[in-house]
């Protein structure tokens, strides 16, 4: 469902320089599968997944949903992808319901299939108290159960979830976990990127570890327990994502006054 290949985006900065922020990355996911894209901040995270929706255009390589690939069919790639991004907005003047049917209009769902996911999406994101709600006076776990229900209105068969506990209680990231498995349990391709590593190691089928733009481990919890010698997947992401003391390679902006 999903297919990364060789994907390389590179930025011109004001100094003449470059930035590589993605090098050379390969990857796909399955139907049914969580796959978990992991890296510290700048790993490069972001900037493929903005790729792969074809709001970037790369350098080099491609991202292919469902065989389109996002630089030729843009449009045909959104249609089938549901993101969930820490911070998204919602329209803070309309009410839920106003924003759940203003978005599965935008993608084109008959209104008696929109008025059906609604139903649906109400009942499993326990949103009937605040369909009629306006999105200004939501808390932020609120506001979040709303743009997950957003990000399915429309069916899609491949989620893309960017930080999507950021900022949230323990009920809330509990919300999210039990979407998680529900996307998996209806066969959906999902692509997590987080920083809370315990609950990607419960999630996630595969992981692909990011470091410096380049994808220098993939594999099953299994498989990178054994190349790396390590138990948990946070020693498995320190023991590739650094090299040396973190703190002599961290810039702490520690300077004398």
Not at 49 to 76: C, K, N, Q, V, W
Not at 165 to 193: H, N, R
Not at 217 to 234: F, H, K, V, W
Request: charged fraction near 20%; proline fraction near 5%.
């Amino acid at each position: 469902m999903i297919a990364v290949h060789d994907l390389t985006k590179v930025f011109e900065l004001p100094n003449g320089r470059e930035l590589r922020a993605v090098d050379g990355v390969s990857f796909r996911v399955a139907a049914g599968e969580v796959y978990g894209l992991l890296g510290p901040n700048g790993a490069g995270k972001t900037t493929t997944l903005r790729m792969l929706l074809g709001l970037l255009t790369p350098t080099a390589g491609y991202a292919a949903i469902a065989d389109f690939r996002s630089r030729e069919h843009p449009d045909e790639v959104k249609r089938r992808v549901g993101l969930v991004a820490a911070g998204t907005g919602l329209y803070q003047h309309l009410t839920v319901r106003e924003v759940l049917l203003f978005f599965a209009d935008l993608y084109d769902v008959p209104p008696s299939a929109a008025q059906a996911q609604l139903t649906r999406l109400t009942g499993l994101l326990g949103l009937a108290p605040l369909l009629d709600r306006h999105c200004a006076g939501l808390s932020t776990g609120q506001k979040q159960r709303v743009n997950l229900a957003r990000a399915l209105i429309h069916s899609p068969p491949i989620m893309l979830l960017d930080e999507p506990t950021l900022g949230l209680d323990v009920l809330g990231t509990q919300v999210i976990i039990e979407f998680i498995e529900l996307l998996k349990a209806e066969g959906k391709s999902v692509i997590l990127c987080t920083h809370h590593l315990e609950e990607a190691e419960r999630l996630c089928d595969r992981f692909g570890l990011l470091h410096q733009g380049r994808l220098v481990a993939e594999g099953t919890l299994a498989e990178l327990r054994t190349r790396s010698g390590c138990q948990s997947l946070r020693e498995i992401f320190l023991r590739w994502s650094t090299s040396g003391p973190l703190l002599a390679q961290a810039d702490l902006g520690l300077h004398p006054g």
